[in-house]
């Protein structure tokens, strides 16, 4: 590097990762670089002339640079200037038009259809036309729209507008296998010309437009795809965003965020963005404005007014409500069920026998499976125990028997289904009999396997489908539920079934055996049976079954919690309203570290 004045003093320009900054400089500016990377909490030295600085602080502080004595000899590698550029934009955008509905240069939805090419035929809808005006009006964008708002062909929109203005070529798309047949479809019949698109599954086709890979590829890829945005102008769009919310701390995460600067155009498709609070919201977006993202958050939440936190918020990301869909509203109820004597006595010492926390406490993988067997012990204990595979369900003896005196806990717990019934099974049970005297079909809820294949025995007059990660012939048990009259009722599991299927035209109730921590999850389950396309006399019905004084209480309290603070951050009366189930009678664990707190006060209270 050369170190005269007139040259080149400080070059700025990403590391391998993308996630830090390496400054490097001459001979001459030594000193001042040492007192540079000093003013950056996470700035430090790699060697006597280059230093390494955080992104998202660089961004954060750009200011400190502005003490850098040789200003005319900064030079940033073109990447790394693209990216502040967008971030800074957008940053005096939202200021100027905070609170400021008309301010100049701010796209209408009514300019929006002279905006996107002569390739484009799609129909939208006027909430789509408002979400692409607003995103249009930023470089960059997040969608935070309910199922079925079309999210994918608003992003699809947006990339065909900024293809038109040559600003960009190509479309990189990360989302789950389930969303690869939306993906496909919606570019063959929103443009004239269906866009070449190609998923990544071990070949590549470097002449395609529209790259689809899922997240589970995206860490071993990382060089293929590096190399497949850095060849054009692209636009990168991350869909059910929230699978990366744990930003450069997971394994998704680092992913994504090693790929956005390499993209011109960044956007993340999720309807929940939050699920565990500010946290996850401060990740997605850090991957849309680094820097500028997360600490908007920080600052917009700090004061604890959520309605505050939602207005300075709001222009950074757009949102259709269930309510601008014109959906009917869903009945929601939570039944509470009593623990039978042997079943109370048996969970009562399981929590006893389980760590309180006093060494646990910065385990969280330990109480990561504690929280799921206290879920499987509220359910039923026998789940606890080792069948003969991981799917074998549990022997239920009905009617029950009478329990012997003087019996083991363990050989009790062995052999629990011969003498109690879980009141959660039994009630379940009571509720798809009654559905189905009624002609209503029912989708079970629960989240471990061997509970799924249990139902699947005690339903058998019911004919269940039942779909979890181990099921071979998932779309025959997804098409006979649809289709075939005798087939009363589906079993499954948020995980396996939470995202990306419709079944609300043959579906309208809904039961969770179970819930877990999970507030993304459960949201995105709910949304299987109430999207759009419901006639509006629909009645749409769920009921959580929850085993009371148990763990099931915690994890009400928690995700109510959650959907409060997600419904006020979005500024959702749908959301809050799911916060607060109503208890009505009986007729027959990814942690955050508040669900940490309520589980160890709930193990120390029994």
Known sequence: MSTSTGGTSLHLGFDETRTRVVLRTTDEYQQELVQLAARFRTGGQLGPLSASIALDELLANLGALGTWPHHEGVEWEPELRTLVAGVVQDANTVKERLGNASAQGEIIPGEVPDLLGEMWQGDLSPFQLRDIAKLLSLQHGANFSVPGAGKTRVALAVYAAQKAQGRVSRLLVVCPKSAYESWRYETAVCFRHPLRTHVLDGSMDHWTEVLIVNYERLDRSLGTLANWLKAGPSMIILDEAHRMKLGARGTYGAACMALGPLAARR????????????????????????????????????????????????????????????????????????????????????????????????????????????????????????????????????????????????????????????????????????????????????????????????????????????????????????????????????????????????????????????????????????????????????????????????????????????????????????????????????????DIEALLSHMRSR
């Not at 757009?318 to 039978?340: A, F, I, M, N, S």
């Not at 012997?404 to 009141?423: A, I, K, V």
């Not at 009571?430 to 809820?445: F, S």
Request: glycine letters at 8%; a negative charge; aromatic letters at 6%.
């Open 267 to 594: 956007m993340i498709l999720t309807g929940t963005p939050a699920p565990n609070g500010s946290k996850d919201l401060e990740n997605l977006l850090g991957f849309v404005w680094p820097g500028h993202g997360q600490r908007t958050v920080v600052q917009a939440v700090a004061g604890g007014d959520l309605a505050y936190a939602s207005t300075v918020l709001r222009p950074l990301f757009t949102r259709t409500t269930k309510h601008e869909l014109g959906l009917p509203p869903v009945q929601l109820g939570l039944r509470y069920v009593d623990l039978p004597p042997l079943h109370e006595e048996i969970y009562s010492s399981l929590v006893g026998g389980m760590d309180n926390g006093s060494g646990a406490r910065e385990d969280l993988s330990a109480l990561g499976r504690t929280a799921l067997r206290l879920l499987m012990a509220a359910t039923s204990p026998a789940l606890l125990l080792e069948g003969a595979s991981r799917y074998e369900p549990l022997a239920y003896q009905l009617p029950p028997l009478e329990i012997p005196q003087g019996s083991s806990l363990y050989s009790l717990m062995q052999s629990l289904p011969d003498y109690e019934l879980s009141p959660k099974y039994k009630e379940a049970v009571a509720i798809i009999a009654e559905n189905a005297e009624r002609g209503r079909k029912t989708l079970v809820w629960t989240t471990f396997v061997r509970s799924l294949t249990t139902l699947e025995r005690m339903l058998e007059k019911f004919s269940p489908a039942v779909v979890y990660g181990g099921t071979p012939d998932r779309e025959e048990q997804l098409r006979r539920f649809r289709e075939d009259p005798s087939c009363m009722v589906l079993v499954s599991n948020p995980a396996t079934l939470g995202e990306g299927i419709s079944l609300h035209h043959v579906c309208h109730d809904a039961v969770y055996v179970d819930r877990d921590f999970m507030a993304g999850r459960f949201l995105q389950s709910l949304d299987r049976i109430h999207r759009l396309g419901l006639a509006p006399d629909t009645e749409t019905r769920v009921t959580v079954l929850a085993a009371r004084n148990t763990i099931d209480e915690v994890v009400a309290v928690r995700l109510e919690q959650k959907l409060d603070f997600m419904g006020r951050i979005l500024d959702d009366p749908t959301v809050q309203q799911l916060a607060d189930l109503e208890e009505e009678p009986s007729v027959a664990a990814g942690l955050a570290p508040g």
